[in-house]
């Protein structure tokens, strides 16, 4: 079907060998694999993806994450509870 919302990895990597593998544009590694091995190596997914994540890439510093790989958490305070 296509890449539809894992679209923006792709701009992280150049494909190469028809589509079945990719260069990280970051390290210039070659590796196989789709939009999630793509998010694991630059660590936007938070999971390990059995690849070795890429050493010059860093959040902030090329591009922000996008959207669906920032966590959003609420954290509690315990002193505002009973008021």
């Known amino acids: 079907m296509g890449r ?5 990895c792709w701009k992280h990597v150049t494909e190469v060998e028809n589509g079945r593998k ?4 970051y390290c210039n590694d070659k590796f196989s694999g789709g939009a ?3 998010q694991a190596h630059l ?3 938070g999971k390990g993806g059995g690849i070795r994540r890429c050493s010059n890439y860093h959040e ?6 996008p959207p669906e790989a920032v966590i959003n958490r609420v954290v509690y305070s315990t ?3 009973g008021k």
């Open 4 to 8: 539809g919302k894992h679209e923006h």
């Open 36 to 38: 999630s091995r793509i």
């Open 43 to 45: 660590g936007l997914n």
């Open 79 to 81: 002193h505002d509870q």
């Open 60 to 65: 902030g510093v090329h591009n922000n994450p």
């Open 22 to 25: 990719w260069i990280c544009n």
